[in-house]
């Protein structure tokens, strides 16, 4: 079975430092990956997707950039975070019509 | 932009009350999804609706898809403390669009 993995589960950093989220996923080969931002608990923001190995989509121009460096691997990051960077970030990969969710990484910025 | 509205935003009932959450949109899609998020966690699917007026059961949730595929209701009988938490719906065409959610407390 499919399983998907982030760390680190929670997070605080001040502003102006720099931010690396991993995403990994096991039990299926080249997924599509997505990287969605939460704010509030509520709707989810599509930030970055991508189909393959180097291949990136972004949704929203932000303060952000994404990676995947392997197959089964997605990785989200900043060089200087802002205060509005804040929420909760999710990873998901797709199968068929559905998207299945990572446990999530809760980034504060102070 | 496809759009995905929710309503009510916000919901709270006691314990064996019955509810309806709504998602509406102007466009039409392939097929759309129901998730539950507890705090903390990522969004859990609960079902897919792909055919136009479709109707499917899960326990005391039965989810409906409107007939021109644009909407979809889920409704839940005797509702309980354990159904709290934050329902997504999504739709599929090219891509998932998600709408902003109903945030659900069932009281004891």
């Known amino acids: 079975s499919q399983t998907i993995h982030q760390w680190p589960a929670t997070l605080v950093q001040p502003v102006g430092s720099p931010l690396s989220l991993e995403c990994t996923v096991e039990g299926t080969s080249n997924p599509n990956l997505y990287w969605y931002r939460q704010a509030a608990g509520r709707g989810l923001q599509l930030l970055f997707y991508?189909?393959?190995?180097?291949?990136i989509s972004s949704e929203v121009p932000q303060n952000l950039s994404a990676s995947r460096p392997q197959d089964r691997q997605f990785i989200l990051s900043s060089k200087k975070l802002l205060l509005s960077d804040s929420g909760f970030y999710l990873c998901a990969w797709r199968g068929g019509d559905t998207q299945y969710f990572g446990p999530g990484t809760r980034l504060t910025v102070l | 932009t496809q759009l995905l509205e929710q309503s009510p935003q916000f919901l709270s009932i006691q314990e064996g009350e019955n509810l309806t959450v709504y998602c509406n949109s102007s466009s039409v899609f392939s097929s759309l999804q129901w998730y539950r998020q507890e705090p903390g966690e990522g969004p859990v699917l609960l079902v897919t609706?792909?055919?136009?007026?479709e109707v499917k059961k899960l326990k005391r949730l039965t989810f409906q898809f409107g007939d021109a595929r644009k909407d979809s209701s889920l409704h839940i009988t005797a509702a309980q403390p354990g159904d709290t938490g934050l329902y997504l719906c999504a739709g599929s065409n090219y891509k998932l669009t998600f709408g902003k959610g109903t945030l659900l407390t069932v009281n004891p």
């Open positions: 991508s189909v393959g190995i180097g291949q």
């Open positions: 609706v792909v055919t136009g007026g």
